[in-house]
């Protein structure tokens, strides 16, 4: 049973459009949350964690989260064809140590 | 960054066989993960480690083993592979995120 279920499973977004990304927790003690980008091929790199209830913005990227349902957001603007990749949701219990639990993933392609 | 070495990078195995898929760390983090990817699971745990002597199950632990001699080395044993074990390994080191190698693609056949 996955505990960390994201949507869409794909995603096909016009270049200069906007990519909105969903992940939802099923384990009510999980309290961190990352976003990781793996592009075909490559390992995945950390993109964005967040932690507390409310929203995060880093360059183009944003990521919401609410911590009473456990759904975290990334949104992606302007999005280009350098952002098409996997992107993994990760939530855990602990800041630094235990299990790290990801999601199945995103498929994110950009249409130039 | 956290440099972290997998090894071999592809691997053939046969049926029956032992494999050892290996994995160098030289940050000095404690905490060390081994995941398997396969196309719409995302990543799932197998073992991971909280330092030198300690191993601990993840999700899907079932038909592997781990082994953590050092504090830079963490082995994930597969002593009877199966065509099911096919997959893309990847090995991690954790502090705070997640430091990921390369990857391992094994192919059982």
């Known amino acids: 049973q996955q505990k960390v279920q994201q949507s869409p499973e794909s995603l096909i977004v016009p270049e200069g459009g906007m990519a909105s990304l969903n992940c939802t927790s099923s384990?009510?003690?999980?309290?961190y949350f990352w976003w990781y980008r793996q592009h075909s091929g490559k390992s995945p790199k950390m993109l964005m964690?967040?932690?507390?209830?409310g929203e995060k913005e880093e360059g183009r990227f944003t990521v919401h989260l609410n911590k009473a349902s456990l759904h975290t957001s990334l949104h992606i603007r302007d999005s280009q064809p350098s952002d098409s990749a996997l992107y993994l949701c990760?939530?855990?219990?602990?800041?630094?140590?235990?299990?790290?639990?990801f999601g199945q993933g995103t498929k994110l392609s950009i249409k130039p | 960054e956290a440099a972290v070495t997998q090894s071999p990078r592809n691997k053939v195995a046969v049926t029956g066989g032992k494999v050892t898929l290996s994995c160098n760390q030289t940050?000095?983090?404690?905490?060390m993960y081994w995941y398997r990817q396969d196309t719409g699971h995302g990543l799932r745990l197998i073992h991971y480690?909280?330092?030198?002597?300690?191993?601990e199950k993840g999700d899907i632990p079932d038909g592997y083993k781990a082994s953590r001699p050092s504090q830079e080395n963490f082995s994930l044993i597969l002593e009877l592979a199966t065509p099911s074990q096919t997959s893309v390994y990847f090995c991690?080191?954790?502090?705070?995120?997640?430091?990921f190698g390369a990857g391992t693609r094994l192919s059982v056949l």
């Open positions: 991690a080191t954790r502090e705070n995120t997640l430091y």
């Open positions: 384990d009510r003690n999980v309290d």
């Open positions: 964690s967040i932690f507390s209830n």
């Open positions: 990760a939530a855990s219990r602990n800041y630094n140590q235990g299990k790290l639990i």
């Open positions: 940050n000095n983090h404690n905490n």
């Open positions: 480690s909280y330092g030198a002597g300690s191993t």
